[in-house]
């Protein structure tokens, strides 16, 4: 009897196991085609790009030309008119265009799909979260898409001028000319742009965190002063000029942004009382 008894439970045990496997693999199968829409989604837009890659390119180069708008908005503003942009651009590999063609229209498509593969994620996750925890997260992909176009726009239209225009500038000795690569002029585009669109994610991050309980309103204020000196240091770096304007310039949308995500912090941390509140007295 007891062996019986024994085998039954070892069976049930076995069969919770299976069903939780089969439970895994559902989950598992979900994210494969989360994955494949979000690389479909990549891909077409990334297509669409490769179509127009002469528009492309002429929006991705306008950093490299006097006549760009944040040239044109330094000299109308702050007298700091760019008369040469002190380099000239230049291909040195046989497919170096054409790689450089097909890496830029991923990044296009990468950022016009971005939304979308915040939703797809957005999707996966939904359905363990409560139906409060879907309540305070409700809007995230919508929030962190602004949030990533306006660090793509800052990153673009301000931190990639000025860094382009002082480095393309510099010179050691009026006997070495600038003949800069392709490819690096578009490696510092890009990473110039992207690292600030990443950055701008901040907000989104503290959100989760403090929800998770990691970080508090309290931490964030005691790390102000250490914040706004990362952000003047980080602005010295990136625009490595003796001139105290861009790096203010470039140094306030960062202590904003630092500013804002306590503000997400505190909003999170009343909600998360009220709940716990209202909680005990029940």
């Known amino acids: 009897m007891l062996t019986l008894r ?13 069903d939780h496997e089969m439970s895994f ?34 929006i991705l180069l306008g950093p490299g030309r006097t006549d760009f708008w944040t040239y044109r908005m330094l000299c109308k503003y702050f007298n700091m008119c760019p008369k040469d942009m002190g380099f000239v651009l230049q291909n040195t590999d ?22 979308y593969l915040g939703w797809e994620l957005w999707r996966f996750f939904k359905p363990a979260l409560k ?32 860094t382009v225009q002082f480095l393309g500038s510099y010179r050691i000795s009026d006997a070495v000319k600038n003949n800069i690569n392709l490819e690096s002029f578009l490696d510092t ?11 701008f994610e901040l907000p989104i991050v503290v959100y989760f965190l403090t929800l998770a309980g990691f970080i508090s309103p309290k931490f964030m204020r005691r790390y102000r002063r250490h914040a706004i000196l990362v952000s003047l240091v980080a602005s010295a770096v990136i625009t490595p000029s003796t001139d105290m304007t861009s790096m203010l310039v470039l140094a306030i949308p960062f202590v904003f942004l630092y500013e804002f995500s306590i503000l997400v912090s505190a909003f999170v941390a009343r909600k998360k009382a009220r709940r716990d509140k209202k909680l005990n007295r029940e």
């Open 189 to 199: 585009v890009t990473m110039m742009t992207f690292s600030t669109a990443i950055t």
């Open 131 to 162: 139906a409060k925890e879907r309540g305070y997260a409700r809007g995230v992909v919508f929030f962190a898409s602004i949030l990533f176009l306006c660090g793509l726009m800052l990153g673009f239209y301000v931190i990639t001028p000025i």
């Open 25 to 58: 693999l559902d989950h598992l199968e979900a994210f494969r085609w989360h994955i494949v829409r979000s690389v479909i989604a990549v891909l077409v837009f990334t297509i669409v790009a490769f179509i127009y890659i002469e528009q492309v390119f002429y």
């Open 6 to 18: 024994l085998h039954s439970m070892a069976r049930k045990t076995l069969d919770q196991i299976e």
């Open 94 to 115: 046989m497919a170096g265009q054409f790689t450089q063609s097909i890496s830029m229209a991923f990044y296009v498509g990468l950022t016009f799909a971005f939304p």
